[in-house]
């Protein structure tokens, strides 16, 4: 069976974001790859709820932005014997039909704990 296929979009300040991290974690950009195949299996098979995966959604009052989730389990090469719980942290915004992936943002839990509200109110 063909593995379906996902448009992956990112933010600018995502970008920015992550030129920031590559500098201490070069593995970044191989593990988003990996990253996006755990995704899309966590958001298309309806047997898995996201949670279980590590994706938990993100809901404040007021916010539009439907299908926003928090990775808590990001596995990062560069942080080795960390496995899962590396603590970077990835915002992103998946369709229900999982056919667009929108990065919102990437950082560190020891850098900043909580995610940047405000992205997620100026989403198109």
Known sequence: MPEPSI???RDPRFVKDL?????????????LVTFEKVLLLAHANPDLQPESMGFYPLSLPGLEAENCFIAKRFA???LR????QSGIRVVYRIDRECVRLLYIEIFHKNEKPVPDYDRLHKLD
């Open 81 to 84: 014997g960390s496995g899962s």
């Open 7 to 9: 448009q992956v979009v």
């Open 76 to 78: 990062c090469r560069s």
């Open 19 to 31: 030129k920031r991290l590559l500098k201490k974690y070069p593995s970044l950009p191989e593990d």
